[in-house]
């Protein structure tokens, strides 16, 4: 298959540099928003996560600039990507509810908060109304992972499956190839003109990769 640009390319910032990042956005500067910022650093480092730390944070962050210009209210899908995952318990099915309700409350309340959370409860399907820009863009920047190179999207799904080493391995398997089967029946995986026309192509190559390695 043709080359395609990496999405997984963005390096994995420092600490310091999401903190710096965070507080650059408009309201969160000054002390209160330098706590904010390190509540959920702590949050997005937690010692169970592998797949869901810092780093998959910054290559959100990362894709979201990637889609810069298509967002109408960029500020809050980029204070979504900061929530969408800051709740993460691989023995949940609450996580993104639970992730939106924390960004409901940290943040205070009012029409910023509002839309935030509702794009962190959207990441739970990944399936943005045809008119929703900021739905598209935070969907399509946390789905880019699954457009990286094959040798990078090995190590996403290894790290996938340490985040749920307390399923047995027939059960993951299932489990497992169930999700990939129903990524690869939607019409398009992703949503907005630049990710349609340089993941799709890609991010559906790894994923039959990955299924027929779950079911051979």
């Known amino acids: 298959m043709a080359a395609t640009p990496d999405p997984a390319t963005p390096e994995p910032a420092p600490d310091d540099a999401l903190l710096r990042r965070f507080t650059a956005l408009p309201g969160n500067g000054g002390p209160a928003g330098a706590r904010l910022g390190r509540e959920l650093l702590a949050r ?13 944070l910054a290559a959100v962050l990362g894709h979201l600039d990637e889609l810069a210009g298509h967002p ?19 023995y949940s099915p609450d996580n993104e509810e639970m992730s939106a309700r924390l960004a409901e409350e940290l943040l205070g309340g009012g029409p910023r908060a509002t839309e ?16 929703d820009r900021n739905g598209a863009a935070l969907c399509d920047a946390d789905l880019a992972v699954l457009a990286s190179t094959p040798e990078r999207y090995a190590v996403y799904a290894a790290e996938v499956r340490q985040e749920y080493a307390y399923v047995d391995d027939d059960a993951f398997r299932e489990g497992r190839a169930d999700v990939l089967r129903r990524l690869l029946a939607l019409p398009a995986l992703f949503h907005t003109p ?16 990955e299924l027929e390695l779950l079911t051979v």
């Not at 169970?48 to 730390?53: D, F, L």
């Not at 109408?72 to 691989?90: C, K, N, R, S, T």
């Not at 935030?116 to 008119?131: E, I, M, Q």
């Not at 630049?194 to 990769?209: D, G, P």
């Open 116 to 131: 935030v959370a509702r794009l962190v409860r959207l990441t739970a399907g990944h399936d943005p109304d045809p008119d």
């Open 44 to 56: 997005w480092a937690e010692p169970h996560r592998r797949y869901h730390t810092t780093a998959h």
């Open 72 to 90: 109408a209210e960029p500020v809050a899908v980029e204070l979504a990507a900061w929530f969408h995952d800051a709740v993460y318990d691989p």
């Open 194 to 209: 630049y990710a349609a026309e340089h993941w799709e192509r890609a991010a559906r190559f790894n994923l039959r990769a």
